[in-house]
């Protein structure tokens, strides 16, 4: 995986007759690049805490209009910050937050830093309840998630 930097940051992997784009902040990012660079809306999926994509149609994200989805089984739900439900959790966030800055200075850094360096911070629930915080690059290491993204396809050049 390498990681494009082009006024966002998008992650690049190369197939055997194409390079693929994820990492897009939501479907509308992810269909104008598309047309931008000539390329193919797809949707990928990373499935059992690996790294590479797999071209994919099983959560119908194109059809959705959908940029992220997580399957982890009927217990957990993954909200991205960009979800609605997403600032329903916000005042849970800053709860967590509040209490790790009155905890000991050691601890206070070792606690948050998931929390502080988690970008495009995704919300797990298990059972309707607060779990944890994590980001999207690191969901699919979780909980044996099955993660799907919009990705871009591109020729190789």
Known sequence: METKDNERKLNRYDLEDKTVFTGF???NDAKNYAQNEGGKLVEVAFKDGNDNPVISNEAGLIEK?????VDA???YKFIHSSDEGFRQYADELQ???AKLEQSPPDERYIASFEIENAEDPIIV??????ESVTSRERSKYLKS???YEIGVTVPKS
């Open 145 to 147: 998630a099955n993660v």
């Open 25 to 27: 902040s939501d479907f």
């Open 95 to 97: 709860k967590i937050k």
């Open 125 to 130: 629930l298990k059972n309707d309840a607060f």
């Open 73 to 75: 089984g009927p217990e």
């Open 65 to 69: 209009k959908l940029h992220y989805f």
